[in-house]
């Protein structure tokens, strides 16, 4: 499978991050499979912004944990690595909670808005997707190919 990775360097040697605010499936290095989410990931870093390409080749024998869709199960696990708590997996797949979602998630955890409301306003947005290569055990399912500029 390729996966891309949106970034302001080429990232021929991916390494885990640990450091930084806490994202949707905790540290790791985050990829996906729709090239245009990784150009759009890209155009956010500074003063480059440039695209790497992967081979995934899936390792049996790794931790993973796959969401198909945003379920009762993805939000919860969102809001609690958002909260920093850690996990044991090597891999996580699904849905992303991009910034609107984020402001939903937020809204839900404070009470503003009910999981129902949630529910119904992150309905309407597009399809998105991450894979989080949490340990270096997983990194070693991964290729480098390519990289271009946007």
């Given at each position: ?46 003063p480059r912004h440039i695209v790497s390409l ?48 984020w402001d939903y998630i937020e809204d839900y ?42």
């Amino acid at each position: 499978m390729e996966i891309y990775h949106g970034s302001n360097v080429s990232v021929e040697k991916p390494l885990i991050q640990t450091t930084g605010f806490y994202k949707d499936f905790g540290f790791g290095f985050y990829c996906t499979v729709f090239e245009k989410q990784a150009q759009r990931w890209a155009l956010t870093k500074k003063p480059r912004h440039i695209v790497s390409l992967y081979e995934y080749n899936e390792e049996h024998g790794l931790n993973t944990l796959r969401f198909d869709s945003m379920t009762e199960e993805w939000l919860d696990f969102i809001v609690s690595c958002r909260r920093g708590i850690r996990h044991n997996y090597d891999i996580v797949e699904g849905p992303m909670a991009d910034d609107t979602i984020w402001d939903y998630i937020e809204d839900y955890i404070s009470g503003t808005i009910t999981r129902e409301a949630f529910w119904i306003l992150v309905k309407f947005k597009y399809p998105t997707h991450q894979i989080v290569f949490c340990t270096d055990k997983a990194l070693q399912a991964v290729s480098f190919i390519k990289s271009y500029a946007l």
